[in-house]
């Protein structure tokens, strides 16, 4: 049973930090994309970043702000967001899906874990 797990999430002030924990279960790394999307207030959800054995993606706003990374020892993705904006305000969610390459098409994603909310003050 695939499941997944986000923490990390929380208030922080503009141009701070938060890493975002997405602790997977069920799957294996090497052959699952891991990817993050964010959904803020009235908005799309919108894929923010992605990881696999050979390719990253970001959203071209998060780039040179947010890392991604895996740990694969403990099956978890980490989502580095420094220099945080009011807009990336949202709520974070981690999703899987079994290829081998990322995607920013969340109806390619089969497994969602259930959220964490993060919030930029200005």
């Known amino acids: 049973q695939v499941q997944l797990v986000e923490s990390g999430g929380g208030l922080v002030q503009f141009g701070g930090s938060l890493r975002l924990s997405c602790a997977a279960s069920?799957?294996?790394?090497?052959?699952?994309?891991i990817g993050w999307f964010r959904q803020a207030p009235g908005k799309e959800r919108e894929a923010v970043s992605c990881i696999t054995s050979s390719t990253t993606y970001y959203l071209d706003s998060v780039k040179g702000r947010f890392s991604i990374s895996r740990d694969m020892n403990k099956n978890t993705v980490y989502l580095q967001m420094n220099m945080l904006k009011p807009e990336d305000t949202a709520i974070y969610y981690c999703?899987?899906?079994?290829?081998?390459?990322?995607?920013?098409?969340?109806?390619?994603?089969?497994?969602w874990g259930q959220g964490t909310r993060v919030t930029v003050s200005s």
């Open positions: 999703a899987s899906t079994p290829r081998v390459h990322c995607s920013d098409y969340e109806g390619d994603y089969e497994y």
């Open positions: 069920g799957v294996t790394l090497d052959y699952y994309a």
